[in-house]
T-cell receptor
């Protein structure tokens, strides 16, 4: 069966510090991968998605970037955090096979980021 | 553009009573519809989906959802609510021919003993 991991679970970082959140998926190949941010325990905002290694699409302009160095690894980064970057970050995967097709997405446990 | 509306921020029901969480959508072409549940400080869990076929879809934990094309709705239902059903519920939509899900703003379900 497939599992998705995210770490760290919680993170408190000062403004201006760098960020690296990691997401890995097990038990599948060529997944589509997604990064979402959830603010105030409500709606989800899609930040990035990827259909393959090195292929990243950004949905909104922001202070963050994403990378996919391996098939089942997705990393969310920032060089300098802003207060507004605080939130709950969720990684998700869906079956892909190298193209972006509509399927149900399966979410990781999330990372709670607080920027102070 | 596709969109999802969950008109109720919160739904309160008594344990043992039936529950309904409402969702309406807008999408070009045939819809691909989903319900997810989120418990505090957790990721979203997939509950059920509608692609085609029967308008009543059954999912996990005794939940079901009814697709109504004429009303562009996909309401989540359960015949008998449990206190453990208390959580945040999200509806999502995408088109068959497209590649992105759009999530609603979420509805908090509170089931009281």
């Amino acid at each position: 069966s497939q599992t998705i991991h995210q770490w760290p679970a919680t993170l408190v970082q000062p403004v201006g510090s760098p960020l690296s959140l990691e997401c890995t998926v097990e038990g599948t190949s060529n997944p589509n991968l997604y990064w979402y941010r959830q603010a105030a325990g409500r709606g989800l905002q899609l930040l990035f998605y990827s259909v393959g290694i090195g292929q990243i699409s950004s949905e909104v302009p922001q202070n963050l970037s994403a990378s996919r160095p391996q098939d089942r690894q997705f990393i969310l980064s920032s060089k300098k955090l802003l207060l507004s970057d605080s939130g709950f970050y969720l990684c998700a995967w869906s079956p892909g096979g190298g193209r972006l097709v509509l399927r149900e997405q399966y979410f990781g446990p999330g990372t709670r980021l607080t920027v102070t | 553009a596709q969109s999802v509306a969950q008109p109720e921020d919160q739904v309160n029901v008594a344990e043992g009573n039936p529950l309904t969480v409402k969702c309406t959508y807008s999408v070009s072409g045939n819809p691909y519809l989903f319900w997810y549940v989120q418990y505090p400080n957790r990721g979203l869990q997939f509950l059920l989906k509608y692609i085609t076929g029967d308008n009543l879809v059954k999912g996990s934990y005794g939940f079901e959802a009814e697709f109504n094309k004429s009303q562009t709705s996909f309401h989540l239902k359960k015949p008998s609510a449990l206190v453990s059903d208390s959580a945040l519920y999200f509806c999502a939509v995408g088109p068959w021919a497209g590649n992105m899900l759009t999530f609603g703003g979420g509805t908090r379900l509170m089931v009281k003993p």
